[in-house]
């Protein structure tokens, strides 16, 4: 039995915790009950800790608080989705806790869990029972209480994973939406995974994710044999594509060579894997959007790993270099989030100074929000998510930077776009804010995309590949044909008594097809101003603006 832990020890706790969630990042993904493809919570759960585990990589044999401390900052800055920023919330308060400590016990490490979950639910404006705060509540609890018997590490640890996994049966019964669908929220599951790697490590079992052709040259590389201003290409970019078009590889091929080196790109009819060294990964990601979805990515500072490996620097670093902050030039600036360089357009002309590349399959991390948040040169920073689910990443940037950084929470581009045309670069930022926030409620959104899987979702019988009409935040409507989605919509925003709409249609959909729908809406709406928009955004065919 494992009695007390110190630095190395908990270096191999996360780095086991990151592989077990990366192994069951797909099992997790499936566990979310709405079947739109999304930033789903096993993805952005691994690729938040995964930010930890490329940091811990670099040292061989931190102390327990440098460890902690290095894994928190980390996290904190690649945290993605709701699940990534609570998954780094539960790891700062761990880290808080650690703070000077150089040897943990079990007593140490359920005060650490439980300043976890504090730090998990003071962040939440309204927290829900049946998700991954009740178990990490509930196994926290149960380690305070193990630990007034047995101070072992092992035996604290124990309690806490079992205890958590009872917490996450439960779940299934605490949420109606999970009851009816029969399944357990996968953020609770995505804690129990890792903790279940973290006891795995205790016991001397180490974990290894599922290592792409990427992934083995880049273990081949060797930092010690040259120095650090022999790195001609900063950020070493892999990622694995599910492929779902017939668009040509070579061509990606081509476009990574021109901006790196070091390129491996393998494929075949399901997937494409990537390595790359460059010194603009965002350029890369943008590219590959083209060829599909991602499954993986992994973006890793090739200069820090080098100096930390090789120097074994004493001071912690964050995964990626800090952001240039601009000057103020003005009070007030905004940046929005969205994907689709049309979206981007009509975000730009309403006065929009950045754009933060992102959405449903690809959730910004804080550390993206940050660097564009801090390139804009005004005082106070309005954010537009635009997404639920990167609300929350957005939220922990005010912490991060010496600006003033106000979220407005939007949880759809139309919403983002609506909001803008309330905003008033010569108000207060009180003045702003309220106009905003208020903006949103008057326009309703709808979508149509596409079922990732199947799924029995509030009564409707879901096939893969089926066309899904989004109303709000609830599923509106299923069927193989999208114009009878169209016409179902086109039918609601008419009975709503709707006097302005606008159609954003996306990549997938041709100029031909866009003014079909846009027909339709005309037909049925005789008395609504209709127009038309080329959004250029992914995954959605269309999204629509009613008010």
């Known amino acids: 039995m494992k009695q007390t832990i110190n630095g190395g020890d908990f270096r191999k706790l996360m780095l086991n915790a990151a592989a077990a969630i990366e192994i069951n990042k797909q099992k997790l993904n499936e566990l979310n009950v709405f079947p739109v493809p999304d930033g789903d919570t096993g993805t952005n759960m691994s690729m938040t800790i995964n930010t930890a585990a490329a940091d811990l990589r670099g040292v061989a044999d931190p102390t327990l608080e440098k460890a902690a401390d290095m894994a928190a900052k980390a996290m904190l800055r690649g945290a993605r989705g709701n699940s990534g920023v609570i998954l780094s919330l539960l790891f700062r308060g761990i880290s808080r806790k ?5 040897i943990c016990n079990g007593l140490l490490w359920a005060q650490a869990l439980q300043e976890g979950v504090d730090a998990a639910y003071k962040a939440v404006m309204k927290p829900a029972e049946g998700t991954i705060l009740t178990v990490a509540r509930l196994a926290a609890a149960k380690a305070l209480k193990t630990a007034k018997k047995n101070t072992c590490f092992e035996v604290v640890h124990a309690a806490a994973l079992e205890e958590a996994k009872v917490a996450l049966a439960n779940t299934v019964n605490q949420n109606p939406v999970l009851k009816k669908a029969g399944v357990v929220d996968a953020g609770g599951r995505g ?16 974990l290894v994710a599922p290592a792409s052709g990427a992934e083995a040259v880049a273990e081949q590389a060797s930092f010690s044999d040259f120095n650090t201003e022999d790195i001609t290409f900063t950020y070493c970019t892999e990622f694995i594509i599910s492929r779902e078009n017939n668009l040509d590889p070579e061509k990606l091929r081509a476009f990574l060579s021109s901006l790196g080196d070091s390129l491996v790109l393998v494929d075949d009819d399901e997937i494409i894997k990537v390595h790359v060294h460059t010194n603009d990964p965002g350029k890369a990601l943008h590219e590959a959007m083209d060829y599909g979805s991602f499954v ?5 500072n090739m200069r820090l790993q080098h100096t930390e490996k090789v120097m074994n620097e004493q001071e912690s670093k964050p995964a990626a270099a ?13 940046v929005s989030v969205c994907a689709g360089d049309g979206l981007a357009a009509v975000f730009g002309d309403l006065g929009v100074d950045g754009i933060i590349s992102g959405g449903q399959t690809m959730n910004p991390s804080t550390q993206d929000i940050l660097e564009a948040v801090n390139k804009v040169p005004a005082e106070t920073v309005f954010v537009l998510p635009n997404n639920k689910n990167i609300i929350m990443a957005a939220q922990q940037v005010d912490a991060l930077t010496e600006k003033n950084v106000v979220v407005i929470p939007s949880k ?3 919403q983002g776009i609506t909001a ?8 207060t930022v009180q003045e702003n804010e309220e106009a905003l926030t208020e903006a949103l409620a008057t326009v309703d959104t709808m979508q149509i995309t596409y079922a990732a899987r199947n799924s029995d979702f509030d009564g409707y019988d879901i096939h893969e590949g089926d066309y899904l009409a989004i109303f709000g935040s609830a599923l509106f409507g299923t069927d193989r044909d999208i114009t009878v989605l169209l016409n ?3 039918k609601k925003v008419q ?5 302005y709409i606008t159609i954003y249609y996306g990549a997938d959909i041709t100029e031909d097809d866009a003014q079909k729908a846009a027909e339709i809406f005309t037909s049925v709406c005789p008395d609504a101003d209709v127009n038309l928009l080329y959004g250029g955004q992914p995954v959605y065919y269309y999204l629509i603006s009613a008010e």
């Open 98 to 102: 650690l703070k000077g400590e150089e």
């Open 191 to 206: 804690w129990v995974v890792a903790l279940e790697g973290m006891l795995a490590a205790l016991r001397g079992e180490e």
């Open 296 to 300: 993986t990515v992994k973006i890793e």
């Open 322 to 334: 800090e952001p240039a902050i601009a000057e103020p030039e003005k009070a007030l600036g905004v």
């Open 412 to 414: 759809t581009v139309p």
């Open 420 to 427: 803008m045309l309330s905003f008033n670069p010569d108000g």
């Open 488 to 490: 179902d919509l086109a």
């Open 495 to 499: 009975e709503d008594g709707k006097e």
